[in-house]
């Protein structure tokens, strides 16, 4: 069972170029979520999806754009990278945008320099 | 502001108990949640809880007082495995959860 699947695991990145984090999920959940996770925080939500052909801001947007063209894929830009980006990040994916049970993606481990 | 407070690690013995502590405040509330997170991976899903009182399954049991703003996840007979990070994450008025910086648990045999 797939679940959800991110590229890369890794990546360094220099300042200032762009990247796109990628995630696809097989269980056909309508939600999907982007969090990043730096040491002393909690998980913060970036942006999230509520169903394909929508998508809404989380806690910190800023210098980060997200699609959702089909119920499967959710990718993450990084338009110009900065240092402060560097970060693990999530993509994680529920039923549907409520109180459900949210599934993880094993996470792209960024460096930013 | 929006916060949840745990302890940032606690050390156990191996079948011993353990009780972590979980306190949040959110604007609106629609459930709490516990997560586990071995180190390098994804936190996976232990437990919700909605209402007051306590869910029980299997080794692990949480509790959620609304009133209080409190939740604890209990852990019994400890195994070396369950050494890990627990989250406790909020769920606001806007249904996007709020999450602690977790607690590191050692379990020492």
């Known amino acids: 069972t797939a679940g959800i699947t991110q590229a890369p695991t890794s990546q360094i990145l220099a300042a200032g170029r762009s990247m796109t984090l990628r995630c696809t999920q097989d269980m056909r959940h309508n939600a999907m979520y982007w969090y990043r996770q730096d040491l002393g925080l909690g998980l913060r939500l970036i942006h999230y999806?509520?169903?394909?052909?929508?998508?809404g801001k989380g806690e910190v947007p800023d210098g980060y754009s997200v699609s959702r063209a089909n119920t499967d894929d959710f990718p993450l830009t990084l338009a110009s990278a900065v240092p402060s980006q560097t970060s693990v990040y999530f993509c994680a994916s529920s039923e549907r945008l409520g109180a459900d049970i949210q599934y993880f993606g094993a996470g792209t481990r960024l460096s930013v320099l | 502001g929006q916060n949840i407070d745990q302890p940032t690690e606690m050390t156990a013995t191996e079948g011993a108990i353990v009780q972590i502590n979980c306190t949040y405040q959110?604007?609106?509330?629609?459930?709490l949640f516990w997560y586990q997170q071995h180190a390098g991976e994804a936190p996976t899903f232990l437990s919700y809880n909605v209402l007051d009182g306590l869910e029980e399954k299997g080794r692990f049991s949480s509790f959620l007082s609304r009133s209080k703003g409190y939740s604890y996840l209990l852990l019994k007979e400890l195994q070396m495995k369950d050494s890990a990070s627990y989250l406790c994450a909020a769920m606001d008025s806007n249904y996007q959860l709020i999450w602690g910086a977790g607690t590191k648990l050692i379990i020492k045999p």
């Open positions: 959110t604007s609106g509330f629609n459930g």
């Open positions: 999806s509520n169903t394909a052909g929508t998508t």
